[in-house]
């Protein structure tokens, strides 16, 4: 059920997505007079799950959800329609337009994307406000993985500054670590300030470490769930169960106890339960994994005290642009990171899977939307990108175009049509490959 809610959210954005980008390029193709012969969400190489024809255009739905198109008259796209282009030039076509118009029109989609996400970013704002963990409430300290420990940091650190820069929200902390390029960290570690070296050699394990910093909470383990592998369940412990400690020994912090099963790991432990009021001693084995296969019931709003902003309409669209403008400064960042052999960023690209994973396992209208807004200015990025076969391959020539009063040939733009396609279509193999290599690690 979970993958089938994640499925259904990744789906609906992308639809949304792909429609509204489209929709660009077909609206500034209508205002400058061209013709549009084909609107289709996904592709539809041989055939079409739906389809139907109003005035000069034929609207549809593909089989293959690898994006949408636009077909408009005397254009050079993945059509590759020759046969027309053989043709001499008509005034309702693409090729006879004036440079600007060619470019608007082949700007719209991106240009739809942000605006969208703008306004979404803007809305969810006014609806839902905005919530977060400041990090000076993090009062119990952090707990960190093993790429944690590799940098220096400790259990119970209390992370002060990155670069100097004191971070407002507890969550930012890493991104602004990776994306910053932060050289140090400052931290509180019992009475004493310490400052750590980032080191750049760590950086590609922090891009694939999503535990490296966690808030550290006091020791409470009541039993709400039980994993699909669970030691204690085959124990016989039920759900409402609360462990208060493993061998005698009384933990102070979650995390202590998590260590305490981990060193145990294929050894017998005597764990003391509260069932019901009543107190009793239970004997497991754990597996190789060091862990009981269980979830506690933790409310991390009920121990710590986040903040929330609400805005009113009118102050939401400022703010909506702001976060806007911040989450492409950020995705620029990360995109940078690809090209750096040093981060090994490139390992950690992924497909449709990586993509659907990011939904949460559960309908969630906020989350859904968050993720739509992100995922339409990571569409916006991507299509300007200076691609053949994307829409900033069609403006870099456009460019070209208007720099020199030169338009390339038909020719070369067929050719760097198809050599574009190629390079996209390798990227896609490459991105679907890394995110099914990952299933088996």
């Avoid at 905005?130 to 940091?153: A, D, F, H, M, W």
Wanted: proline share 4%; hydrophobic share 45%; with cysteine.
């Amino acid at each position: 059920m979970v993958i089938l809610i994640k499925a259904a959210q990744f789906v609906l954005s992308i639809s949304i997505l792909v429609i509204l980008h489209e929709f660009g390029h077909f609206i500034f193709a209508k205002i400058f007079n061209c013709r549009v012969e084909k609107f289709y969400l996904f592709f539809d190489p041989w055939f079409s799950l739906f389809k139907v024809k109003k005035g000069e255009t034929e609207y549809g739905i593909g089989w293959l959800p690898l994006g949408g198109y636009v077909k408009i008259s005397g254009m050079i796209d993945e059509s590759m329609d020759k046969e027309q282009m053989k043709l001499p030039p008509q005034p309702w076509e693409f090729r006879s337009k004036s440079t600007w118009e060619r470019l608007l029109i082949m700007i719209g989609g991106v240009l739809f994307n942000l605006i969208f996400a703008l306004l979404l970013y803007s809305m969810i704002l006014f609806t839902w406000g905005e919530q977060y963990l400041p990090n000076t409430n993090v009062k119990y300290g952090i707990v960190v993985s093993e790429t944690g420990r590799e940098i220096g940091l400790k259990n119970g650190d209390k992370i002060i500054s990155v670069d100097g820069k004191k971070i407002e929200s507890f969550s930012k902390i890493v991104p602004t670590i990776v994306l910053d390029d932060a050289k140090t960290i400052e931290v509180q570690r019992d009475s004493q300030r310490i400052t750590l070296e980032i080191k750049k050699e760590i950086i590609p394990k922090l891009l694939t470490d999503k535990n490296i910093l966690s808030v550290r909470v006091p020791f409470s383990c009541k039993i709400i769930a039980f994993g699909k592998q669970s030691v204690a369940r085959d124990a016989g412990f039920e759900l409402g169960d609360e462990i208060l400690s493993v061998d005698s020994l009384k933990f102070r912090y979650y995390d202590e106890f998590v260590e305490k099963l981990i060193s145990s790991k294929d050894k017998e432990i005597n764990l003391e339960v509260r069932r019901n009021g009543v107190v009793s001693f239970r004997k497991v084995t754990l597996g190789k994994t060091g862990t009981l296969g269980i979830a506690p019931d933790y409310d991390l709003a009920a121990i710590f005290e986040y903040k929330t902003i609400e805005y009113t309409f009118l102050e939401s669209i400022p703010a909506g642009i702001s976060k806007g403008y911040r989450a492409v400064g950020d995705y620029l960042k990360q995109f940078r990171l690809l090209f750096s052999p040093q981060t090994k960023a490139y390992e950690s690209l992924g497909g449709f899977i990586a993509i659907g994973n990011i939904f949460p396992g559960i309908w969630d209208w906020e989350s859904f939307w968050n993720l739509t807004a992100f995922l339409s200015i990571i569409l916006a990025v991507m299509n300007i990108l200076p691609i053949p076969a994307l829409d900033g391959g069609h403006v870099l020539f456009l460019l070209y175009e208007i720099v020199t009063g030169r338009k390339p040939s038909d020719k070369f733009l067929e050719n760097a049509q198809i050599a574009g396609m190629v390079l996209l279509f390798a990227l896609l193999l490459f991105a679907n490959g890394n995110d099914i290599l990952k299933l088996f690690k």
